[in-house]
């Protein structure tokens, strides 16, 4: 695996990449909050299956740029963002991976650009607002952004981790027994723009349903999601439904992140589907 930092329009992104030039093609796309490292683990493997495997930090996380102003942040932006990506890679389309807010800009990507996703992967994810959030607690989350910075954003979070709707017995036991893992969490966190964080805060809530939309997505579609996920698992079970063809994994003893949470049945889930996935190169 290597990084390299690859210029898209008013940004620069920051890439982790393996089997570069390889003719299959996998970009893994990470959540709000998230980073490249959500996948960085899995590059290396794919590569030795034959992938050109393919992880960003959307901008405003990790190590990409992060504008100053919310309006340069939204679904759109970050769909078009891959987009643009996709071609300085040089790829005519791909397999494309979403987890959670990266599920949600995956889906707007294939709505929008369908010619780019050769086939989907949908990983805890929804198809429409994320309306069980407390208006309350967003409301002081944004008052605290906006006051005091992203630190005393994160701090605030992992004081009221009971609260937090991803709270999951999953990841609860992968705080415990996971070395180093409650501080990957704080890194990724400490690493994001308060201005995609209020930016995005803001949209989620109230973005536009595209289950009917994806009711004409026309390529092979896994959707994944762990079982004690409970925000997204019903969401997951529509989208599979609506979906021609897809295929629903739901992951046990999984929450949000189950690529961490229970690698092996995701693993699974992943490989066996990218083997039924048409190599059109071959």
Known sequence: MQT?????????LAVAEAGAGAARRFMLVHGYGGAKEDFTDWLDPLAERGWWAVAPDLRGHGESEAPDDETAYGLGVLASDLA???HALGWADCVLLGHSMGGMVAQ???LERPELVDALVLMDTTHGPVDWLDPNLLATAATVLRDQGVAAYVEMAQAMADA???ASPAHARLL?????YR???LRKGLATSGAMRLAMMAEMPVQPDRLEGLGGVRVPTLVVAGEQDAGFVEHSERMAKTIPGARLAVIAGAGHS?????PDAWWEAITSFLDSVP???S
Do not use: I, Y
């Open 108 to 110: 707007v990507l294939v």
């Open 4 to 12: 390299r930092r690859v210029r898209v329009g008013d940004v620069t």
């Open 258 to 262: 189950p690529q961490f949470e229970e």
């Open 84 to 86: 643009v990506l996709a």
């Open 164 to 166: 937090d709707p991803l």
């Open 279 to 281: 190599n059109r190169r």
């Open 183 to 185: 501080e990957f969490c």
């Open 176 to 180: 415990r027994g996971r070395p180093g």
